[in-house]
């Protein structure tokens, strides 16, 4: 049997295609490396799985062409993926611009894209690698390690090579170059970062809101607000991934890259706060002082970074020694040394060149019918629902290319 499209990859974007083009009364082959389609939904959002986003502007994508995933987000943008949803039978609920599954468990959506894909006649075949795909004439011939496959259209949803427990090895990249596509260089993205200073022991579990700069080479590159998570490793949390790419990026082209946290930045009057606390609190040690606004394990920081003993009479300190104080709150420096690979990662920087695919349909400049879709091309997003959004439209828009043929 000569199939209408063979999927490669059974993962948000290729079950979204599956069912876009068997919807279309196409014939459809979806091939999973895994035992199970969908693994990595099944991690996102805390188990809860962060959808989509009613939020969209210009720096929520990255890569090599920042601007391609736009025109597409346009036609299967946030609204359109509800009613997708919602027209397979599943509701979802809007937490502060932030779309979950209304069950908030991310095995609804891995059951309700399985289940479509059942009702509509798609083909699955799990615990199956892809080895080779060569075009001969107007056919695609799939081989995996025992079987082969022929199809009139390829779509290629391998995922990139972030968390390859749940299914992302990397090895649609090497499908891809070998239809002669390029791929751009990889790296982890939304990952936390290391660094070497000792006193992170000191302040693993601490969380605080802060803002947060990275400088590349003394040039402020990136900024971002949030919760910070501190480990003993270093920093953490969803504002840290947001900036970890620009970070990241640096740190491999031997950058020196450094964090500045403003561990107030709620606070603008700060002299005129610590003034006041200093006031009333004559009698407190330097230590409890500062504990009456700042983390405990935070205040014991500040002052040891500062060489200022901890036990030393807050009334005692000097005005010089206050004003170090304001600034390392305001600006505590974090050398950023090494960062959390692949295995810890929520998704790849890099991939397939989109310079070679055709913007508005995703098939190769190079293989008329052979397609591209989700993490596998050269398009990362911020946290936030995004990377799920650019899987659900890029599965669409590919999906929906193909044409149904004679059997």
């Known amino acids: 049997m000569k199939y209408d499209v063979i999927i490669v990859g059974g ?6 295609a599956a069912i876009t083009a068997a919807r279309r009364g196409c014939s459809v082959l979806v091939l999973e490396r895994m035992d199970k389609p969908g693994k990595k939904i099944l991690a996102t959002g805390n ?10 502007d210009q720096d929520c994508y990255r890569g090599e062409k920042p601007g391609f995933p736009y ?22 609920t809007n937490l502060g611009g932030y779309y979950y599954p209304a069950s908030m468990q991310a095995s609804t959506v891995v059951d309700t894209l399985t289940g479509e894909m059942r009702q509509l006649g798609v083909h699955m075949k799990t615990g199956t690698e892809v080895k080779r795909i060569q075009k001969k004439k107007d056919t695609f011939h799939v081989t995996c390690r025992t079987d082969k496959y022929q199809g009139r259209n390829v779509i ?43 006193f992170f022991k000191h302040l693993a579990g601490v969380r605080s809101v802060c803002a947060l700069s990275v400088y590349v080479n003394g040039q402020k590159t990136a900024e971002q607000k949030g919760e910070v998570q501190f480990a003993k490793y270093g920093i953490s949390g969803i504002p840290v991934f947001q900036i970890s790419r620009y970070a990241i990026d640096a740190l491999r082209k031997k950058k ?44 014991f920081t500040v002052l040891s970074r500062l060489k200022i003993r901890p036990e030393r009479s807050a009334a005692d300190l000097t005005q010089k020694e206050l004003r170090q104080i304001r600034s390392m709150i305001q600006k505590f420096p974090v050398p950023v040394s090494g960062y959390k690979g692949f295995d810890m990662a929520q998704v790849t920087a890099g991939g397939v060149s989109v310079r070679e695919v055709i913007e508005g ?22 946290c936030g629902g995004y990377n799920l959004q650019w899987a659900f439209t890029s599965g669409y828009i590919s999906g929906n290319q193909i044409e149904a043929g004679n059997q």
């Open 11 to 16: 993962g948000a974007s290729g079950m979204t």
């Open 47 to 56: 188990g809860r799985c962060n959808l989509t986003n009613s939020y969209l």
């Open 71 to 92: 025109s597409m987000l346009e036609v299967f943008g946030a609204a359109e993926t509800l009613d997708f949803f919602q027209s397979m039978g599943m509701l979802t």
């Open 156 to 198: 290629l949803a391998a995922g990139g090579t972030a968390q390859e427990k749940l299914g992302s090895n990397g090895s649609g990249y090497a499908l891809a170059k070998a239809m002669g596509h390029t791929v751009t260089d990889i790296f982890p993205a939304l990952a936390a970062l290391e660094s070497g200073e000792k």
């Open 256 to 299: 020196k890259v450094e964090v500045i946290l403003n561990l107030m930045p709620e606070q603008i009057t700060l002299k005129e706060l610590m003034d006041y606390f200093r006031k009333v609190g004559y009698y407190k040690t330097a230590e409890e002082f500062l504990q009456g606004f700042l983390n405990k394990k935070l205040a």
């Open 361 to 382: 349909t995703l098939e190769s400049k190079i293989h008329r019918g052979l397609y591209f879709a989700g993490e596998l091309l050269d398009v990362d997003g911020t």
